[in-house]
T-cell receptor, first 116, second 113 residues
Framework: GAGVSQSPSNKVTEKGKDVELRCDPI?????LYWYRQRLGQGLEFLIY????????KSGLPSDRFSAERTGESVSTLTIQRTQQEDSAVYLC??????????????FGEGSRLTVL | GQQLNQSPQSMFIQEGEDVSMNCTSS?????WLWYKQDPGEGPVLLIA?????ELTSNGRLTAQFGITRKDSFLNISASIPSDVGIYFC?????????????FGQGTILTVHP
C-alpha cells in the first residue's frame, strides 16, 4: 500500500480482555517497529522486527504483551488481560532497509486503545 | 535506560516569529532525528542528523547534532500557522540498539495568526 496501515483505528475494551492490533507495513519494507504513545507523552519503543525475527523486544512492558510478524509483512501486537494502564495509542512504523543502517521510519496513524 | 529531555514543553508564538527547541540526553546517540506529529496522525520525519557537529536545513527548518553527541536543537524560522503541532526529537544509539529510537516528550507549538 501507499503507507503504513493500522487497524483498528480505535478499540474500546473491558479490563481483562485480550486485544489484537494489526499493522500492514509499506510494501517491500523489511523492518517493522511498534511504539506506544500515552496521552501527552513521547513515543515508547516496544519491539522491532527485521524480516520475521525480533532482534530487540526489550521495550515490551510485560509478558502480557507479544508480537509476531509473518511473511515479512503483516504484524500483530497482542495484549492479553488488558489493564487500564495499557490505554494508549499504539503506533507501527516500517523502514525500507534493515534497522542496522538506520533507515527512515514511516509511521502509521496508530491504533487508539481504551481499556475501561 | 536512556532518557531525552526536550524543552520547552510548549510554545505560543505569533506568526512570523522564529522558534527554537532542544533536546539533551544522558548518553551518546549516533543519530538525531526530529519529527512532527499532527493530531490523529503518526509522526513525520523532518530532519535526520548522522554526524556530530552536523548542521542541516530543510526549508525553514534547521537542526544541529551537538558535538558531544548528547544534544540537538531544531530552529524554525518565520513560523506560519501550519507549523502548529507537536515536535519530537529522537535519538538512535547504534550497536545492538539500531532498531530502537528514544523519543523526547515533545514540544507543543501553537502559532497565532
Amino acid at each position: 500500500g501507499a503507507g503504513v496501515s493500522q487497524s483498528p483505528s480505535n478499540k474500546v475494551t473491558e479490563k481483562g480482555k485480550d486485544v489484537e492490533l494489526r499493522c500492514d507495513p509499506i510494501s517491500g519494507h523489511t523492518a517493522l517497529y511498534w511504539y506506544r504513545q500515552r496521552l501527552g507523552q513521547g513515543l515508547e519503543f516496544l519491539i522491532y522486527f527485521q524480516g520475521n525475527s525480533a532482534p530487540d523486544k526489550s521495550g515490551l512492558p510485560s509478558d502480557r504483551f507479544s508480537a509476531e510478524r509473518t511473511g515479512e509483512s503483516v504484524s500483530t501486537l497482542t495484549i492479553q488481560r488488558t489493564q487500564q494502564e495499557d490505554s494508549a495509542v499504539y503506533l507501527c512504523a516500517s523502514s525500507l532497509g534493515p534497522a542496522s543502517v538506520g533507515g527512515e521510519l514511516f509511521f502509521g496513524e496508530g491504533s487508539r486503545l481504551t481499556v475501561l | 535506560g536512556q532518557q531525552l529531555n526536550q524543552s520547552p514543553q510548549s510554545m505560543f508564538i505569533q506568526e512570523g516569529e522564529d522558534v527554537s527547541m532542544n533536546c539533551t540526553s544522558s548518553s551518546i546517540f549516533n543519530t538525531w532525528l526530529w519529527y512532527k506529529q499532527d493530531p490523529g496522525e503518526g509522526p513525520v520525519l523532518l530532519i535526520a542528523l548522522y554526524k556530530a557537529g552536523e548542521l542541516t536545513s530543510n526549508g525553514r527548518l534547521t537542526a544541529q547534532f551537538g558535538i558531544t553527541r548528547k544534544d540537538s536543537f531544531l530552529n524554525i524560522s518565520a513560523s506560519i500557522p501550519s507549523d502548529v503541532g507537536i515536535y519530537f526529537c529522537a535519538g538512535r544509539a547504534g550497536g545492538t540498539s539500531y532498531g530502537k529510537l528514544t523519543f523526547g516528550q515533545g514540544t507543543i507549538l501553537t502559532v497565532h495568526p
